[in-house]
């Protein structure tokens, strides 16, 4: 599967964007989806997951404790994409968002455990 993450920009403190990551070549509901970002000196860290393990009932969401309140992952498998809502955005959430897929069926925060990944968007927080 092929991943286009898209939606970064600049924002201001207290602001907001939503991030897409397309999916093409295969079908978001057939894998975990998750955020991963990483800042300038800094190693990529886990933002969200989105499991979808035999339909609706599996389709369970879990974040970071740094966005949790703010952030919220949800998809759409009729367009094949999976969506970060990103709320009260701070300087500190500045970093290169990546969009990933793991053909796991179970929540994972580890890089290891993606299987694909999508080319980043910058996402930048002005204080």
């Known amino acids: 599967v092929q991943l286009q993450a898209s939606g970064g920009g600049l924002v201001t403190s207290g602001g907001s964007l939503r991030l897409s990551c397309a999916a093409s070549?295969?079908?978001?509901?057939?894998?975990?989806m998750g955020w991963f970002r990483q800042s300038p000196g800094r190693e990529r860290e886990f933002v969200a997951a989105?499991?979808?393990?035999?339909?609706?009932?599996?389709?369970?969401?879990y974040y970071a404790e740094s966005v949790k309140g703010r952030f919220t992952i949800s998809r759409d498998n009729a367009k094949n994409t999976v969506y970060l809502q990103m709320n009260s955005l701070k300087p500190e959430d500045t970093a290169v968002y990546y969009c990933?897929?793991?053909?796991?069926?179970?929540?994972?925060?580890?890089?290891?455990?993606?299987?694909?990944w999508g080319q980043g968007t910058q996402v930048t927080v002005s204080s």
């Open positions: 989105n499991t979808w393990s035999g339909g609706w009932s599996g389709n369970n969401r």
């Open positions: 070549g295969g079908t978001v509901t057939s894998y975990t």
């Open positions: 990933a897929a793991s053909a796991q069926s179970r929540y994972s925060r580890q890089e290891h455990e993606y299987d694909y």
